[in-house]
């Protein structure tokens, strides 16, 4: 049997193409994540993984769809052949039932994991440098300097409960406490 398994990170973004890509490659049976490929428990693919059998062909249209990191990749895939089963991405081209597919499986899966880590280490250089200039990332803070000193002046001078505080700075009471 031809599974299908669908992912998008969130839940704004549209399961309508990977579904239609799958149903066109013959799946019968489709589960569909919307939770970022990070997360290693994903409700439908452990579902899927579950009811995998011998025989079955697990189908994404992208392998990114499947795993975000390398390891992850190649433990699911792992998991999928102990099963007796497959696993198939139409984007690439690769199909683990054929020793040449499994060949290209893991070329590919060792290209994307290498482009991951390049793009990580350049943000983290492009920060680095940001910081050397002076600039600052992040949030800005919800209380200037001068609002943390009348959040403490309010506290320990006027005894205010802290999401009374927190309502009159319209932050959380947890921003407060920080404070």
């Known amino acids: 049997m031809i599974i299908g398994y669908a992912r998008v990170s969130t ?3 549209s399961l309508d193409g990977q579904l239609d890509a799958l149903r066109a ?3 019968e049976r489709i589960f569909a994540d919307k939770i970022t ?11 899927l993984l579950d009811q995998l059998r011998q025989g079955d062909v697990i189908t994404v249209t992208k392998y990114d769809r499947l795993a975000r990191s390398l390891r992850d990749l190649l433990d699911i895939v792992d998991s ?5 089963a497959g696993f198939r991405s139409l984007a690439e081209d690769i199909d683990t039932t054929t020793p040449a ?3 290209v499986f893991h070329v590919f899966a060792s290209i994307a994991q290498f482009e991951r880590e390049r793009i990580s280490e350049r943000t ?15 949030r800005p803070p919800a209380l200037s300097a001068a609002q943390k000193v009348e959040v403490r002046r309010m506290r320990d001078q006027e005894l205010r409960p802290l ?17």
Do not use: C, H, M, N
């Not at 983290?124 to 992040?138: D, F, N, S, Y």
């Not at 999401?163 to 404070?179: C, D, G, M, N, Y």
């Open 11 to 13: 839940d704004d973004q």
């Open 25 to 27: 490659a013959g799946a």
């Open 37 to 47: 490929g990070i997360v290693r428990r994903r409700p439908e693919l452990d579902r």
């Open 80 to 84: 999928i052949q102990a099963r007796g």
């Open 101 to 103: 597919g499994r060949l």
């Open 124 to 138: 983290k250089e492009g920060l680095e440098a940001a910081r050397k200039r002076g600039r600052v990332g992040g």
């Open 163 to 179: 999401p009374e505080i927190a309502q009159l700075f319209r932050v959380s009471a947890k921003t407060i406490r920080r404070v």
